[in-house]
């Protein structure tokens, strides 16, 4: 982590948010801020997820040397992969018990980042062109606006640079697997955690992306195996889907 322990308190922005978020969602992350580092918790099947995600972020875009934003990060579970394949994190979330979570693991791990509570929305008047890659893993489909979140991402990469989205599409199969089969049949995930109405079609998210002035490079599935336990990367995007987007420049 960046700061020094006694200085935790001065990540955070005197006006940390913006409106674009939903209180009810961060008071849902915050109660399970002390079990998100726990393989076998309530967080289970994003632990499953993350060496998938990274792979398909590195694949892309170098990670060791650049800046890199990850927003919506949690308790840092993709934060603190980046930070160890060599990035300069900056991560930032409106949850602040799971960012007061992410500040002690990094302390315990002696992975730096740079952990803030801040909507992107405001980080982006601070630091626009200012990151090389920027991650918005799982976290769209939990706000009322995500072309305002992607309008502010896009505003603070550095013309080259890559955006990077996991999201859920709003298909039946997503229904099916990832609210009815996760959350009330196999429970990997908390009941409420996803809604239905909140999924994101790609579709949408292109023309989000277009609006933002990125231009998409990749779609790709991206695939949880629950009788394994892990997830990868496939053509297969009617439930969960990773995209990529590049900044002109």
């Given at each position: 982590?960046?700061?020094?322990?006694?200085?935790?308190?001065?990540?955070?922005?005197?006006?940390?948010?913006?409106?674009?978020?939903?209180?009810?969602?961060?008071?849902?992350?915050?109660?399970?801020?002390?079990?998100?580092?726990?393989?076998?918790?309530?967080?289970?099947?994003?632990?499953?997820?993350?060496?998938?995600?990274?792979?398909?972020?590195?694949e892309?875009?170098?990670?060791?040397?650049?800046?890199?934003?990850?927003?919506?990060?949690?308790?840092?579970?993709?934060?603190?992969?980046?930070?160890?394949?060599?990035?300069?994190?900056?991560?930032?979330?409106?949850?602040?018990?799971?960012l007061?979570?992410?500040?002690?693991?990094?302390?315990?791990?002696?992975?730096?980042?740079?952990?803030?509570?801040?909507?992107?929305?405001?980080?982006?008047?601070?630091?626009?062109?200012?990151?090389?890659?920027?991650t918005?893993?799982?976290?769209?489909e939990?706000?009322?606006d995500?072309?305002?979140?992607?309008?502010?991402?896009?505003?603070?990469?550095?013309?080259?640079?890559?955006?990077?989205?996991?999201?859920?599409?709003?298909?039946?199969?997503?229904?099916?697997?990832?609210?009815?089969?996760?959350?009330?049949?196999?429970?990997?995930?908390?009941?409420?955690?996803?809604?239905?109405?909140?999924?994101?079609?790609?579709?949408?998210?292109?023309?989000?992306?277009?609006?933002?002035?990125?231009?998409?490079?990749?779609?790709?599935?991206?695939?949880?195996?629950?009788?394994?336990?892990?997830?990868?990367?496939g053509?297969?995007?009617?439930?969960?889907?990773?995209?990529?987007?590049?900044?002109?420049?």
């Amino acid at each position: 982590m960046t700061q020094e322990p006694g200085m935790q308190d001065a990540a955070r922005d005197d006006n940390p948010s913006s409106d674009n978020f939903r209180q009810a969602e961060l008071d849902r992350f915050n109660e399970l801020a002390h079990r998100w580092w726990d393989p076998e918790g309530p967080q289970k099947a994003l632990h499953a997820l993350n060496p998938a995600r990274l792979a398909y972020v590195a694949e892309r875009a170098p990670l060791p040397g650049t800046r890199v934003l990850d927003v919506g990060c949690g308790a840092g579970l993709l934060s603190e992969a980046m930070a160890a394949a060599g990035a300069d994190v900056v991560a930032i979330d409106l949850a602040p018990d799971l960012l007061k979570v992410a500040r002690l693991h990094g302390l315990e791990t002696n992975v730096r980042v740079d952990y803030r509570e801040v909507a992107a929305e405001t980080l982006a008047a601070d630091m626009p062109a200012a990151f090389d890659t920027i991650t918005c893993m799982e976290m769209l489909e939990h706000v009322p606006d995500p072309g305002a979140v992607l309008s502010a991402c896009a505003a603070m990469l550095k013309p080259g640079g890559r955006l990077f989205v996991s999201t859920l599409n709003r298909t039946p199969a997503a229904f099916a697997l990832a609210i009815v089969g996760a959350e009330y049949v196999a429970r990997i995930l908390p009941k409420g955690t996803h809604q239905y109405r909140d999924f994101i079609k790609p579709s949408e998210l292109s023309a989000w992306l277009r609006a933002a002035g990125l231009e998409l490079e990749d779609v790709s599935g991206l695939l949880y195996e629950p009788w394994r336990n892990a997830a990868r990367i496939g053509r297969r995007t009617d439930v969960n889907y990773l995209a990529c987007a590049r900044k002109p420049g």
